[in-house]
């Protein structure tokens, strides 16, 4: 089992897996976040490696995701300045595109601590 199959599994099922492999003690009483630290260690799973990994994945992907929010801004700036409609609405759409590529990319970060 792997991280990303601990993390899409609900709390009643980390709860099911922790009562199977013992050695938890108030299982009913933790979340989810601790169901996963403490079944990682049974798994093989390096929590700190994983969350290492992800944060430099998104460092990488945030810089280069801004830096091309930034051109488009530029573009649609300009766009606006020659009353280009179907450039400044591309670049709106892109700029927004990128956005939600940020959000998501913070989601998913979350997800690993």
Do not use: N, W, Y
Not at 96 to 110: D, E, F, G, S, V
């Amino acid at each position: 089992m792997e991280l990303r199959d601990l993390q899409r599994m609900t709390v009643v099922k980390l709860r099911e897996e922790a009562l199977k492999q013992g050695g938890i003690i108030g299982v009913h009483g933790l979340g989810k976040e601790q169901l996963i630290a403490a079944l990682a260690p049974i798994f093989g799973i390096d929590l700190e490696a994983a969350l290492r990994a992800a944060r430099e994945k998104v460092a990488a992907s945030k810089g280069t995701l801004k830096q091309e929010i930034r051109a488009l801004k530029k573009e649609r700036d300009g766009a606006v300045a020659e009353h280009d409609a179907v450039a400044s609405s591309k670049a709106r759409r892109g700029i927004k595109k990128r956005k939600r590529q940020l959000r998501h990319l913070a989601r998913q970060t979350k997800a690993v601590v």
